[in-house]
Nanobody, 122 residues
Framework: VQLVESGGGLVQAGDSLRLSCAAS????????MYWYRQAPGKQREFVAS?????????NYVDSVKGRFTISRDKPKTTIYLQMNSLKSEDTAVYYC???????????????WGQGTLVTVSS
């Protein structure tokens, strides 16, 4: 399984961006997908999550609630992160993460994308 992120870039404070993460591969079932971010000199932190198997339950870190929205395009196994009212402190590399199961082996797996850089200038 591969995760490919896109949509990062340089924006000004108050602007919006939409990140995408597309999963590809076969013989797997994705249970949930996540967005994490890592700012320069800081640890990677959880941003948002959405369940894929079953209902689209979502969860957010407090600092992005009301500004970011995570959504999914289930048939294409793609998730999005709509980021509005961006702040300079949102500057980070954003990573997509998936918790999935190999249908053939019933093995639980965790996969990371390569990351996409979001820079918000103040």
């Amino acid at each position: 399984v591969q995760l490919v992120e896109s949509g990062g870039g340089l924006v000004q404070a108050g602007d919006s961006l939409r990140l995408s993460c597309a999963a590809s591969g076969s013989t797997f079932r994705i249970n949930a997908m996540y967005w994490y971010r890592q700012a320069p000199g800081k640890q990677r932190e959880f941003v948002a999550s959405i369940t894929i198997a079953g209902g689209a339950s979502t969860n957010y870190v407090d600092s992005v609630k009301g500004r970011f929205t995570i959504s999914r395009d289930k048939p294409k196994t793609t998730i999005y992160l709509q980021m509005n009212s961006l702040k300079s402190e949102d500057t980070a590399v954003y990573y997509c993460n998936a918790h999935l199961m190999n249908i053939g082996t019933m093995e639980d797996l965790e996969v990371w994308g390569q990351g996409t850089l979001v820079t918000v200038s103040s």
